[in-house]
C-alpha cells in the first residue's frame, strides 16, 4: 500500500512563492517517477510536473514553466515543488502522484496523494 501525504499548501499573494512537499512511504520511492498535478474547480485536473527516479530529468506544463521548480530527495522519499511568481490562475488544489514513466496523463499514475490548496490572491 503507497500513501502520499502532501503540506505546504496556503494562501499567498500573486508574485510570491511556496513550497509544497510530498512525503512517501510504502513503496520503493527511489525507482518512481513522481508528479504534481492540480485541479481548479469546475475544471479538469491538469499535469503540473514530474521528475524521473533520479531527480535528473523534469518535465513541466507550459503555464509553469520557468516559474516552478519539481524535485526530489530519495534519502528522505519526498518530492517538492518549489512555486514562484504565482498567479491567481495557480489557484487549485494540488495532488502528487506516483507512476512507473513520465507522462501528462492523469490516469497512467498509480497513486495519489489527498491533495493540498493553493489559494493565490490578486
Known amino acids: 500500500q503507497v500513501q502520499l501525504v502532501e503540506s505546504g499548501g496556503g494562501l499567498v499573494q500573486a508574485g510570491g512563492s511556496l513550497r509544497l512537499a510530498c512525503a512517501a512511504s510504502?513503496?520503493?520511492?527511489?525507482?518512481?517517477?513522481m508528479a504534481w498535478f492540480r485541479q481548479a474547480p469546475w475544471k479538469e485536473r491538469e499535469f503540473v510536473a514530474a521528475?524521473?527516479?533520479?531527480?535528473?530529468?523534469?518535465y513541466y506544463a507550459d503555464a509553469v514553466k520557468g516559474r516552478f521548480t519539481i524535485s526530489r530527495d530519495n534519502a528522505k522519499n519526498t518530492v517538492y515543488l518549489q512555486m514562484s511568481s504565482l498567479k491567481p490562475e495557480d489557484t487549485a488544489v494540488y495532488y502528487c502522484?506516483?507512476?512507473?514513466?513520465?507522462?501528462?496523463?492523469?490516469?497512467?499514475?498509480?497513486?495519489w496523494g489527498q491533495g493540498t490548496q493553493v489559494t493565490v490572491s490578486s
Open positions: 521528475v524521473n527516479w533520479s531527480g535528473d530529468f523534469t
Open positions: 510504502g513503496r520503493t520511492f527511489s525507482s518512481s517517477a
Open positions: 502522484a506516483v507512476g512507473d514513466v513520465i507522462v501528462k496523463v492523469a490516469a497512467r499514475y498509480l497513486y
